[in-house]
Nanobody
Framework: QAQLRESGGGSVQTGGSLRLSCAAS?????MAWFRQAPGKEREGVAV???????DYADNVKGRFTISRDNGKNTLHLQMNNLKPEDTAMYFC???????????????????WGQGTQVTVSS
């Protein structure tokens, strides 16, 4: 079981950028970022698979970049051209399943961080 801790959230204006980080301890396999806005379901944002490829939700494609540093067991999410609809609590998650699907399904992830808040004002 991995322990995950996010950092890097904050408040920016529309068009701004933020970089989220997730420090992991323990075994990690497929790592992802989810987000949850008030009153909405948790949604998968981006994933980097164990074998190195990545996938993005359509509404962040071209604006967000997910990356991982295996040596430091760290996950990042570079978020550019932020929009008010990106406002949410962002969670780092790890799945130790052999395979996971896309779009991401939260129930396939066993380990979660506590989240970091991102607020984008217009």
């Amino acid at each position: 079981q991995a322990q995950l801790r996010e950092s890097g959230g904050g408040s920016v204006q529309t068009g701004g950028s933020l970089r989220l980080s997730c420090a992991a301890s323990g075994y990690t396999r497929h790592m992802a970022w989810f987000r949850q806005a008030p009153g909405k379901e948790r949604e998968g944002v981006a994933v980097v698979y164990y074998y190195g490829t990545s996938d993005y939700a359509d509404n962040v494609k071209g604006r967000f970049t997910i990356s991982r540093d295996n040596g430091k067991n760290t996950l990042h999410l570079q978020m550019n051209n932020l929009k008010p609809e990106d406002t949410a609590m962002y969670f780092c998650a790890n799945s130790d399943r052999q395979r996971i699907g896309f779009p991401l399904v939260a129930s396939e992830f066993s380990d979660w961080g506590q989240g970091t808040q991102v607020t984008v004002s217009s």
